[in-house]
Every structure is written in C-alpha cells, then in structure tokens.
C-alpha cells in the first residue's frame, strides 16, 4: 500500500493564481503507448483545473492494476492501495473528511471481480465521489489473463482455448445495486464525451460510477480496433437532462438513441436492447438517494472540522 503526499512545498496554488494543468501534473505515466488510459488521465487533470479543485483537498484512491497507477500520476493526495479494496479506503475517507474532493480509479479485474463486495456497498452506500472503472476487458499488468468482462470465447493466457463464461455487464450490474444513483458510459477515444461525463460525475450529488471502455492496444489490439474504426459500434444516448456535447461533436455520431436518464427501469431495458453496440451516455441519474456521508455529516451532527479533529487527535497519540 503507498500513500501518496504530493511535494506541495512551493504552494504555488496557494495564491490568487488560476491553477493550469501543470499545477495537476506529478511524474510521467508509465502505460503503454496507445493506451486509453492516457486519455482519461488527461480529461481528469483538465476536469480538475476547470473546477479548480484545490490538490490539497483532492484525493485519489486506487487499487491494483495498469489503471491503479493513476494517483501515482496526479499531483494530489493520492492512496495506492489493495487489490479490490479502493472503495472501502475512499468510504472511509469522505466518511471522516467529507470536506474532500473523492475520485476512484479501478480497473475490471479490481472492482468486478476481487472487489466486488464493495462494489455493491458502495453504490448502496452512495458517498458523493466519482468512481472510474477503466474497463479494457483483460489483466493487463498480469500480461493477459481473463477479466469479469472479457468476451466469451476470448483467449487469453489463463484460458489459452477461450473463455467459457459470459462476462459481467458493469453497468447492468450496477443499475441492478440498492440505492444507485448515477450510471455512465463513455469511451476513452471520444475526448469530447468523456470530458463531459467526467463533467456531470463530478457535478453529481452522491457516487457517480462512470464505466469507461478503455483501449489496451496490448493485450486486445483486436477487440478494440473494429470498435474504434467502426462509426456504427457506438451509440451516442441523448436527453437534456443526460450528458450533453456539442452539436459540432454530436454530428460525428451516426447512431442517436433517446433516453431519459430519470427511469431505472428504461435504463436496464436498454442494457438489454443495445448489446450489440456500445451505448454511451447516462444511464440513470437519481439526485435524491440517500448519502450515507451526509448521514455520518449532519445525522450525527458532526462537522467535517470535529472529524478532522478527531483524526488528528488520534494520529498524535502515535506521535513521537
Ligand atoms: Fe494500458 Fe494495456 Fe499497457 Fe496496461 S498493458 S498499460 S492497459 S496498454
């Protein structure tokens, strides 16, 4: 597990300067060339200077895998932390310091499959945070092993003959948890969509669970490619109350499906009914689920500044 304390020592953001991108920007990212995962890097740190997130209140949380190198790459908080667990480290986060920016960056192999217990509490739990599954359907920094959501029939090092079960839909897994409240699809190859599902995630009151189709140019060259090139495989979802692109980038969409983000059931239904393309898009949005932080913040009657208090006494028991 590693911590991450960024070098906040010339506090350049402390003044009445804007923040740029650089003030979000720590060491070089390590992925592959080609990989999606650059992308979604980029769209994040710009996310964070358009909401001028300050790093020193911004955290990132992540678990294992190519994608859980992310914290690594922002010049924030960040926790590197077990394989699976990212989301019970950021529920006790926001939980104690909801004073906090949250984000969490899992992969398919961390969330869907070791972590999926807390997969499923902490959409029940709903603590306002943006949680990003980077889905490329395989273990990548294991070099090809079957993931939760690799393709039937795929073969890979741990099923060189194919894989034999189906695989798990994140985003009807997720519609189908107690108490979800935000569901989003994007694609790391749409700079414009994802910048502004990243957008309306951020903006969400409680958990936005954003599923990213992510390219791993390495290990599923062939799954991706046609996907990529083919104008057809996406479809864009549209609603005034969904996520909204302009009408310039909208235009480079062949296939438009309407859909109303405020119907639980019309959402799962379309899982269902758009298997054979890749929607993109809200899903599902509901403003008003219960936040278990804003329990533990107001129920209780314990401000963000007793927490952090309480913390720190704790901490300088252990002080030498
Ligand atoms: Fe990205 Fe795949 Fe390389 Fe991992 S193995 S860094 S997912 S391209």
Redesign the pocket.
């Known amino acids: 597990m590693i911590s991450i304390k960024p070098d906040f020592c010339d506090l350049s953001f402390a003044n009445d300067e804007l923040l740029g991108i650089e003030d979000y920007e720590s060491s070089k990212a390590r992925?592959?060339s080609?990989?999606?995962?650059h992308t979604i890097l980029h769209n994040v740190q710009q996310l964070c200077r358009d909401e001028q997130l300050p790093p020193e209140k911004t955290v990132f949380v992540s678990g294992i895998g190519?994608?859980s190198r992310f914290p690594h790459y922002m010049k924030t908080y960040g926790f590197h932390g077990l394989h699976g667990r990212a989301l019970p480290v950021a529920g006790g986060i926001k939980f104690r310091r909801p004073d906090l920016n949250v984000f969490v960056i899992t992969g398919d192999g961390d969330c869907c499959s070791i972590g999926a217990g807390h997969w499923v509490h902490a959409i029940r739990y709903n603590m306002k945070m943006v949680v990003l599954l980077?889905d490329?359907s395989?273990y990548?920094?294991t070099k090809k092993q079957t993931s939760p959501t690799s393709p039937l029939g795929i073969h890979t090092n741990t099923h060189p003959r194919g894989s034999v079960l189906p695989p798990i839909h994140p985003i009807q897994s997720t519609l189908g948890f107690s108490n979800v409240s935000f569901v989003a699809q994007t694609v790391d190859w749409k700079p414009a969509h994802l910048y502004a599902t990243l957008k309306k995630a951020y903006d969400h009151p409680g958990l936005a669970f954003v599923r990213i189709v992510?390219?791993?140019?390495?290990?599923?060259k062939d799954s991706y490619e046609p996907v990529v090139k083919d104008p057809n495989a996406i479809t864009l979802l549209q609603h005034e109350n969904g996520i909204v692109i302009d009408s310039k980038a909208t235009q480079k969409f062949h296939n438009l499906k309407e859909h109303d983000p405020s119907n639980l059931i019309k959402a799962r239904e379309l899982v269902e009914t758009t298997k054979d393309t890749t929607p993109i898009g809200l899903f599902y949005q509901n403003k008003e689920a219960t936040r278990y932080d804003e329990y533990g913040a107001h129920n209780m009657g314990i401000s963000a500044e007793d927490k952090t208090e309480a913390i720190n006494t704790l901490m300088d028991k252990y002080a030498i």
């Not at 992510?214 to 599923?220: E, K, V």
């Open positions: 992925w592959c080609g990989c999606g995962a190519c994608s980077f490329n395989i990548g920094l992510q390219r791993c140019p390495i290990w599923m």
